[in-house]
């Protein structure tokens, strides 16, 4: 999106002709405090059809979403996508940690 006189315009890059529907779970992502928290910066969606995000979810930075995406925690568990992370078509589910060291 691009921001012209106050109003959004989609970018004329995008394959789809609508915006992405995206679906965040209730719990983690409620607060605009936990959902900025969440990402380490906003991903890049330009080619999402569709996302589904559940549990306890975070995006390092330059996360791109193409397609349908599916990220599901399990209760008590974190998923954290890394920095760079290309997700197309892609379901995520379970624990996943990245620890730097």
Do not use: C, W
Request: aromatic residues 6%; hydrophobic residues 40%.
């Amino acid at each position: 999106y691009s921001l012209d006189h106050g109003s959004l315009i989609m970018s004329p890059k995008r394959m789809f002709p609508s915006t992405p529907l995206v679906k965040l779970g209730d719990n983690h992502f409620k607060k605009v405090s936990a959902f900025l928290s969440r990402f380490g910066s906003i991903p890049d969606m330009l080619e999402l059809d569709h996302i589904t995000v559940s549990g306890d979810v975070t995006f390092g930075r330059g996360v791109s979403l193409r397609g349908t995406v599916i990220i599901i925690a399990n209760h008590g568990d974190r998923i954290d996508i890394p920095a760079g992370a290309i997700l197309e078509n892609k379901i995520v589910s379970g624990n996943l940690r990245i620890l730097d060291h």
